[in-house]
Nanobody, 123 residues
Framework: VQLQASGGGLVQAGGSLRLSCTASRRTFSNNGMGWFRQAPGKEREFVAATSWNAGSTLYADSVKGRFTISRDNAKNTVYLQMNSLKPEDTAVYYC?????????????????WGQGTLVTVSS
């Protein structure tokens, strides 16, 4: 099972990026999906999560109103649209598949992880 994250890059503050995470070898259409990030020297932290049908979503306070998580189960892909980016959003972003049908703030509720994609926001 593999989760492939992509879409990271270098962007100026105030800009936008859209991250994608595509699953291979199995479908996660019945699983919650989440995005986490890890900045240099910091612990990995929750960013956003969605339930299996995108009926419910969760966001970290730091990204509410700026980031949007979505999914396309037909493509086995989850997205993270990031707008109004700030330098403090700089991190490696990881996607993950949850054990259950809903997303969670807790890393312990995810049992498949992607390799990460680097987002760098310049001031």
């Amino acid at each position: 099972v593999q989760l492939q994250a992509s879409g990271g890059g270098l962007v100026q503050a105030g800009g936008s990026l859209r991250l994608s995470c595509t699953a291979s070898r199995r479908t996660f259409s019945n699983n919650g999906m989440g995005w986490f990030r890890q900045a240099p020297g910091k612990e990995r932290e929750f960013v956003a999560a969605t339930s299996w049908n995108a009926g419910s979503t969760l966001y970290a306070d730091s990204v509410k109103g700026r980031f949007t998580i979505s999914r396309d189960n037909a493509k086995n892909t989850v997205y993270l649209q990031m707008n109004s980016l700030k330098p403090e959003d700089t991190a490696v972003y990881y996607c993950a598949a949850a054990r259950f049908a809903v997303g969670s703030y807790s890393m312990a509720q995810y049992n498949y992880w992607g390799q990460g994609t680097l987002v760098t926001v310049s001031s």
